[in-house]
C-alpha cells in the first residue's frame, strides 16, 4: 500500500517537472553562466538541469587523452593544465575569490593521479573515463555558483544514475534500472532543483561510460522520459531551429514547429541542432522538446511534438562535413547484392563508422561515411575481400523539400560524385571547399 503511495506523490510531484539543457557554448564563460541563473530564476517550476563540459573542454581533454595514450606523461600534464587554467580563470571571475577554486582543485588532482597510472591500454574505455570529468567539473561550478547567488540545489553524479551497457563511447542506456536510480536520487519533494552531467553514465562494474559526442541532448531526453517531465528545454546559441546552420547559408529561417518524424529524418541527415538519439525517449511519452535562444530567453524558439498545424514549408539545408566516399567491389567478381551486403556493413558496424549515404550497382557499392580514428582498420579489413577505392574531404549536402532553384544555388560549382533524388529529398556528396 505504501509503495503505491509513494508512486502516487511522486507523479503528482512530477507534473510540473521540466528539464533544461545547457550545451558547452551556454557556459563556456562566466557571462553564459550568469545568463544561466536569471533564466533559472524566472522558472517556477521544478527543475532537472542538464549541463555539458564548459566550450571545448571535452576537445582539450581529448589531447590529454592522446598525450596519455602514447605514454607522453608531460605533455598530458601541460594540456592538463591549459584545461584547469581556463576553468579558474571562469571561477576566479564568477566568485571574485581564488579561495574559490577549492571547489574544482580536487577532481583535477583525480585527473592527475589518473594520469599518473602510466599509459592507457584501451583507448575507448579510457577515453570515458578520462573525458567524463568535463561535465563533472562544469557542474560541480555552477552548482555552487547557484548556491551563491541564493538558488538551492542538489548536484547529483550521473555516473552513478544512469545504468549503460559496456559499449565504450556509444553506450546504451539501460532504461529501467537507470529510472530505479534517478527517481529515488531527484526527489523534488525535497529540493526544488537538481543538477546533472549531460553525455555520462556507468556500466554495472562502476566504469565511466559516454553517450556518443553531444550526447548531452540525449541524457536530457533520457531524464525526461524517466522522470515523466512536462517539456524538455535545450538551450542554444541560435535562435531555434533553423532550416540551414547560419554559418554556411545565408539567409536562414526559422521553423516554429516540427513533428517528431520531421525531428528524426533531419538528425538522421546530420542536423547539429539535434542529437540523433535525443527524440525516441520523447516522443514515446509525447514530451514536448523547445529549442530555445540562450541569449533571447524571452524569445520564441522551436517546439518538437506529436503533430503540428504548421508542416514545414521551407526547403530545409544540411551539410555534414569530412566524409568519405568508399566504393567496394568483391574481389571475385560476384554480385554484390548477395552475401557482399552483409559482409560489408557487418566490418562498418563493426568499426563503428557512421553511415550517412549507400548507393549500390550490381558489382560494386559506394558508401559514405564519417571520417574517424577507426577509418584504418575498416579499410584494411574490407581489402580482405574487396577491392576498395576511397575519396576524402567529402562533403554531404541534404535538401529535403529540394527544388531546382534551391539545388542550383547550393552545388552550382561543386564537383558531385554521387548524387541521389526523392520527390521531397536531394543528397549530394561533394568534395569539400578549402577552410
Known amino acids: 500500500m505504501s509503495y503505491i503511495f509513494n508512486i502516487t506523490i511522486y507523479l503528482l510531484a512530477a507534473l510540473d517537472m521540466k528539464i533544461y539543457k545547457f550545451g558547452g557554448a551556454s557556459v563556456r564563460s562566466a557571462e553564459g553562466i550568469r545568463n544561466i541563473v536569471n533564466i533559472v530564476s524566472a522558472e517556477p517550476d521544478d527543475l532537472f538541469i542538464v549541463i555539458s563540459a564548459m566550450g571545448k573542454v571535452t576537445n582539450a581533454l581529448e589531447s590529454v587523452l592522446e598525450h596519455f595514450m602514447k605514454a607522453d ?47 592507457g591500454d584501451d583507448y575507448d574505455r579510457c577515453y570515458d573515463r578520462l573525458v567524463s570529468y568535463g561535465e563533472i567539473i562544469s557542474t560541480t561550478i555552477i552548482s555552487a555558483y547557484l548556491k551563491q547567488q541564493g538558488i538551492e540545489n542538489v548536484w547529483l553524479d550521473m555516473r552513478k544514475l544512469i545504468q549503460t551497457d559496456s559499449n565504450f563511447r556509444e553506450a546504451t542506456v539501460r532504461m529501467e534500472e537507470s529510472q530505479k536510480h534517478l527517481r529515488q536520487a531527484a526527489d523534488f519533494s525535497k529540493s526544488r532543483i537538481y543538477i546533472g552531467q549531460g553525455f555520462i553514465g556507468a556500466n554495472h562494474q562502476g566504469d565511466p561510460t559516454t553517450l556518443g ?24 546559441d541560435v535562435p531555434g531551429i533553423l532550416n540551414a546552420d547560419p554559418r554556411i547559408f545565408a539567409d536562414t529561417v526559422l521553423i516554429p514547429e516540427l513533428t517528431y518524424l520531421d525531428a528524426v529524418e533531419l538528425a538522421y541527415s546530420g542536423a547539429q541542432i539535434i542529437h540523433p538519439k535525443t527524440i525516441k525517449p520523447l516522443e514515446n511519452k509525447e514530451i514536448p522538446l523547445y529549442v530555445r535562444p540562450f541569449g533571447n530567453p524571452q524569445g ?7 503533430t503540428t498545424d504548421r508542416p514545414v514549408n521551407t526547403p530545409v539545408l544540411i551539410l555534414r562535413k569530412n566524409q568519405v566516399l568508399l566504393t567496394l567491389r568483391p574481389r571475385d567478381f560476384s554480385f554484390v547484392m548477395e552475401e557482399s551486403l552483409s559482409k560489408i556493413f557487418n566490418i562498418i558496424n563493426k568499426h563503428r563508422l557512421k553511415v550517412s549515404l549507400i ?51 547550393t552545388t552550382e560549382g561543386r564537383e558531385i560524385l554521387l548524387a541521389q533524388r526523392t520527390r521531397r529529398i536531394g543528397r549530394f556528396l561533394m568534395k569539400g571547399l578549402p577552410e
Open 300 to 306: 520564441r524558439g522551436s517546439v518538437i511534438k506529436a
Open 213 to 236: 559526442r553531444e550526447g548531452s541532448d540525449y541524457t536530457a531526453a533520457v531524464a525526461g522520459n524517466l522522470l515523466d517531465a512536462e517539456s524538455v528545454t535545450i538551450w542554444k
Open 359 to 409: 548507393q549500390s550497382s550490381a558489382i560494386s557499392i559506394s558508401v559514405s561515411v564519417d571520417n574517424s580514428r577507426y577509418l584504418p582498420g575498416a579499410l584494411d579489413e574490407l581489402g580482405n575481400e574487396f577491392k576498395v577505392s576511397y575519396n576524402t574531404g567529402m562533403e554531404l549536402l541534404t535538401i529535403r523539400g529540394i527544388n531546382p532553384e534551391v539545388e542550383q544555388k
Open 73 to 119: 606523461r608531460a605533455s598530458a600534464l601541460k594540456k592538463l593544465e591549459e584545461v584547469e587554467t581556463y576553468h579558474y580563470g571562469i571561477i576566479d571571475e564568477l566568485f571574485g575569490d581564488k579561495a574559490q577554486r577549492s571547489v574544482a582543485a580536487p577532481l583535477f588532482e583525480e585527473i592527475r593521479d589518473y594520469l599518473s597510472t602510466g599509459v
